[in-house]
């Protein structure tokens, strides 16, 4: 991420729906330590958006 830029921070449920699946999911992943890196404070829990966007990127596979 380039400095300067501050990162957008969303919502487990925003999260989950960027990524296209249940919360449920999410959660699962983060429990097994397979999901998008997170940040938490307390009861809040957020995702940045350059960690869901790389979360995509390397678990994305070539076609064919």
């Keep these: 991420m380039p400095l300067g830029n501050p990162p957008t921070w969303v919502s ?24 998008p890196a997170h940040f938490r404070v307390g009861d809040v829990l957020r ?3 350059h960690a869901l966007d790389a979360f995509i990127e390397k678990n994305t596979r070539p076609a064919g």
């Design 12 to 35: 487990e449920n925003q999260a989950a729906a960027y990524l296209g699946v249940s919360l449920s999911t999410l959660r699962r992943w983060r429990r097994n330590h397979l999901g």
């Design 47 to 49: 995702y940045a958006q």
